[in-house]
């Protein structure tokens, strides 16, 4: 099991920037990636950047690519979204998910945490 515990989410003005973090914790040495995904109220879960565990290649969705940063400390074993020039519709409920080497999805989930852009 890898408990993940999700932090830094708040209220904000359009233009501002928020750094998440998300602690795993537990057998983190089978981890090969992690990722930030959020959930808007109406709207499908979405997948916003993720990053590989050891090499730390990134990939970003599309919405947030020049103005999200993934980043991760595998040292401290921690993940970080640091995320500039936010925009109202970057107001969702966001989440750290970690997968093991060899799966082809997300095993474990941490709580939300909320980030909340007003225009």
């Known amino acids: 099991q890898v408990p993940l515990v999700a932090s830094g989410g708040g209220l904000v003005q359009a233009g501002d920037s928020l750094r998440l973090s998300c602690t795993a914790s537990g057998r983190t040495e089978n981890l090969d990636q992690m990722a930030w995904f959020r959930h808007a109220p109406g709207k499908e879960r979405e997948f916003v950047a993720l990053?590989?565990?050891?090499?730390?290649?990134?990939l970003y969705a599309t919405s947030v690519k020049g103005r999200f940063t993934i980043s991760r400390d595998n040292t401290k074993n921690n993940l970080y979204l640091e995320m500039n020039s936010l925009k109202p519709e970057d107001t969702a409920e966001y989440f750290c998910?970690?997968?093991?080497?060899?799966?082809?999805?997300?095993?474990?989930w941490g709580q939300g945490t909320q980030v909340t852009v007003s225009s």
């Open positions: 990053i590989t565990w050891m090499g730390g290649a990134a």
């Open positions: 998910a970690a997968q093991n080497q060899g799966r082809s999805f997300y095993d474990y």
